[in-house]
């Protein structure tokens, strides 16, 4: 790593940051104690059924040829399958055949795998039901493992790489989230405990841990929890209200309907809710981050700007970031809901009708109640930050400049006026590279950190 050349930013004053330490310990403690009470003791196990054998093995030789014909079909039916015919000839890596060659069909059918020379893939062992000690093998699909592995390497090598300590601790984060999702959010809502209060507990929790792991302990850090957590309760409302006023039952999906199956006990309304708050978490904590930032980073750019101009401003990045957000969640969601849009396409319906079916409107209310949050986290966010970056110092209420006079206060020194050839000349002159400590031109240094140190 490189030598360091952040500067180091204005400690918050005393006085914000016990504000800051009484509302944040607080929430934190209230939602610890919630997940240790709502944290799945006897969460049900999945019954046990007769696992059907699968080993490894490569694949060394593929001979294909032509589908046998059908011994009976309806007239106008292909005459023959549909295929690929042939057989695989497989070297099995485990289990009790290791080490032999084996036969198995070519596998067909829809999702069924295409096989190659050298395709590492997975078999299940066929035992005949009237003669046990007869076994087949079939290809069930490719073997992942490795494949995915390489690409987890590379995600951490290029998180680690660009972001140094900080993408070391976002890692850190990632892994803190996972382990609370299944940990205490799944098992808690198999349990049959309330979706919605599960994962109001399950994000806030994944919200403290990843945001103070990730960008450190500071007021900056504290604003964008706060803003986050508010945005959250208000995204659980929202979409209450949504799903209450649109009739939704959470059997939108082919998923939901399948669980409902399995686990009867599953509140699936309250499921559709949780799966909204923790999808909407995650850009919650890009937008929120962001604007406690650029509150920071405008502060020390122009100290003596009021607590107002740094609002005016940085709701104006935070308008911008929305616009690009907006679609990044209508994109997200409709990406994972492609075969099901495409299937609505080829519905003979009218569209109106096609808008109302609740696979459909479960899709829009998650777009829209998410967006909502979004939008409510900025001026939230940029408020707070607002407040806590001018605190203490004079003149930074709302509407107070250097210079302006209210009441019987004195008024203050009015900054001189810039010479506007001097300016002129500043600007027109190509900058130079300055390694001395202070900076001739009193602007702050780019690579500076702008968390503000506790």
Not at 66 to 80: A, D, I, K, Q, R
Not at 304 to 326: N, P, Q, W
Not at 430 to 439: E, K, L, V, Y
Request: contains cysteine; proline residues 9%.
């Amino acid at each position: 790593m490189g030598a360091d050349h952040t500067r180091s930013a204005p400690p918050t004053p005393p006085g914000v940051r016990r504000i800051l330490v009484v509302t944040v310990v607080p929430l934190f403690l209230v939602t610890l104690v919630a997940a240790i009470v709502l944290w799945p003791r006897d969460a049900p196990r999945p019954e046990a059924a007769d696992d059907t054998p699968r080993y490894h093995g490569t694949v060394t030789r593929v001979v294909t040829e032509p589908c046998p014909p059908n011994p009976t079909v309806p007239e106008g039916s292909p005459t023959t399958s549909a295929g690929p015919c042939g057989t695989v000839t497989v070297r099995v890596d485990t289990g009790p055949d290791a080490g032999q060659e084996v036969q198995t069909p070519i596998p067909a059918g829809p999702g069924a795998p295409r096989v190659g020379v050298d395709d590492d893939v997975i078999l299940v062992s066929l035992i005949d039901p009237e003669d046990p000690s007869i076994s087949s093998y079939n290809i069930a699909e490719h073997q992942r493992g490795k494949p995915l592995i390489w690409l987890g390497v590379l995600f951490a090598a290029a998180i680690v790489a660009f972001g140094r300590l900080r993408g070391l601790a976002a890692l850190g984060g990632l892994a803190a989230s996972f382990a609370i999702l299944l940990t205490f959010v799944l098992p808690g809502i198999s349990a049959g405990q309330p979706p919605l209060v599960v994962a109001i507990v399950g994000a806030s929790l994944i919200m403290f841990v990843v945001l103070y792991l990730t960008h450190g302990v500071s007021a900056q850090t504290s604003v964008a929890v706060l803003g986050t957590l508010g945005s959250l309760v208000l995204t659980g409302l929202l979409g209450l209200a949504a799903t209450g006023a649109t009739h939704l039952t959470g059997f939108g999906s082919e998923d939901a309907t399948t669980l409902s199956m399995f686990r009867a006990d599953v509140d699936l309304h309250g499921l559709l809710l949780a799966g909204i708050i923790i999808g909407s978490l995650g850009v919650l904590d890009d937008v929120t981050v962001t604007q406690a930032a650029t509150v920071t980073e405008l502060r020390h750019a122009n100290p003596d700007a009021s607590r107002r101009e740094l609002y005016r401003s940085a709701t104006r990045v935070g308008r911008a970031h929305i616009a690009s957000v907006v679609n990044t969640i209508v994109l997200a969601y409709a990406g994972a809901s492609l075969p099901l849009l495409l299937l609505l396409t080829a519905d003979s319906r009218a569209l109106g009708q096609i808008v109302t079916t609740e696979f459909l409107t479960t899709e829009i209310v998650r777009s829209v109640v998410a967006t909502l949050g979004l939008i409510a986290a900025v001026p939230l966010t940029t408020a707070l930050a607002a407040v806590v970056t001018t605190a203490g110092r004079p003149g930074a209420a709302d509407g107070d400049r250097v210079g302006a006079t209210t009441g019987d206060q004195a008024p203050t020194v009015p900054r001189p006026a810039t010479d506007r050839a001097e300016a002129l000349q500043a600007l027109s002159t190509p900058p130079t590279r300055n390694t001395s400590p202070a900076t001739r031109s009193g602007w702050p240094d780019p690579d500076r950190s702008t968390d503000t140190t506790w």
